[in-house]
């Protein structure tokens, strides 16, 4: 996760520096309009807002140019022929993208996307998990992805999905009642998250 700090902030500043006249090329960009558009747009924009979303975007699109280029290829031959899938799949993306408020965000939200693109989560998952990445802290998610997690980021996780009450009995009480103990551990989605940031 530490890397992924790095990386993101390095395609920030190169952004900021060099624009983003390149990723008209970008072969995502090419399978998805929306996205295309809102790039030419972006070019000719000022607001900071606007620059702001624009190197997100370009953080998540960067990231998925280094898959292999056959798995790749693959990849966007599994939407060529269905357009509205495509245009779900673009609004989708600008929507959940635009509301994430850390430049390392999107990195962790292209993982997701290249693992639903290879058939491994559903696009439901996809959703899923790119809302747990909105809601949580990044230093918590980070944190999590971590061999050794304490008991703290696993319950300030708790409202994202990642986590998740677990029962297990614990004696009984003088009036013959079970006494049980709550504690939080990793939920079936957060296990996934972890399947995915850590390949």
Known sequence: MDEIQKNSLEIVT???????DTLSENEFVKNFPIIGNIIKVGLTVKSINDRIFLAKLSTFLFNLEKINKEEKKSMIYTLEFDEKKKNKIGETLILI????????KPLLVSFCFA????????FEDFNRLCNSIEIGNIYDLKEFSK???????????FNTGLTEISKSAFGQTQSGGTLV???????????????????
């Open 14 to 20: 190169d952004i900021l520096e060099t624009g983003l």
């Open 181 to 199: 103990e709550l504690s939080i551990n990793k939920s079936e989605l957060g296990e996934k998250y972890l399947r995915i940031i850590k390949k």
């Open 115 to 122: 693992s639903y693109l290879k058939n491994k989560i559903s």
């Open 97 to 104: 993208i635009d509301k994430l408020n850390s430049f390392e």
């Open 147 to 157: 061999e050794s997690v304490s008991q703290n980021i696993l319950d300030k996780l």
